[in-house]
């Protein structure tokens, strides 16, 4: 991935660079393959702004930084464009998750022809079984039940990677779940109390507290 720089009326640090780089490397794991990316450092005044432009297959991001200094304004620039990262990819995900429409809106429902009242009393009946004579000394109804139900197998993680290992505040724990694509997250808070963070089914992000 190439990352082009422009500076307008100031100088740019290698390490200025190197961050930048590193923040666009972020958002591309949350976007995908990341096609051209520009970044522009100006100044107007006394404050230093940061523009930021990424283009994906599929979308494309722009975002800018306004701060007393450079590295400020970079990293203003840079949540903001991740956030927007994660907001296309939270859309893209609800729309695979529903379920899809087999029929037209509009398109008339179908109707069934009319059964016969003969048709219609021999099914109120219970089925009967019989000998194969012409004659029966009883009469036995038969029943049908419905099958067995299908077990869905449980999705198992191994602790690794749903356990996190440094303490981290709620926000940082959303942050980390997003980043790191997880749908299962178990952190402590700095006071050593426990949650668990999960994505439930409609891509919303759930908090349980661990008494």
Known sequence: ???????????????????????????????????????????ERHLQIVEIAVQSRNHKIVSAGEAGTQISALREALDHAELQAQRFRDR????????????APG???????????????????????????NKTKAAITVHSFPGKPKVVEPHILSAAEALAIRPMTIEEAVKEAEFRDK????FRNPDGDMFVLHRRRDGQMELVEIP
């Open 1 to 43: 991935m190439d990352v082009e720089f422009t500076a307008r009326q100031v100088r740019v640090s290698k390490t200025l660079k190197a961050g930048a780089i590193e923040g666009i490397e972020r958002i591309a794991l949350v976007l995908g393959k990341v096609t051209v990316a520009n970044v522009t450092f100006r100044a």
């Open 92 to 103: 893209i995900r609800t729309r695979k998750r529903q379920p899809k429409i087999e029929e």
């Open 107 to 133: 398109t008339p429902a179908k109707k069934r022809a009319p059964r016969k009242a003969a048709e219609m009393a021999d099914d109120a009946k219970p089925a009967v079984a019989r000998s194969p004579g």
């Open 183 to 186: 749908d299962l997250l178990v």
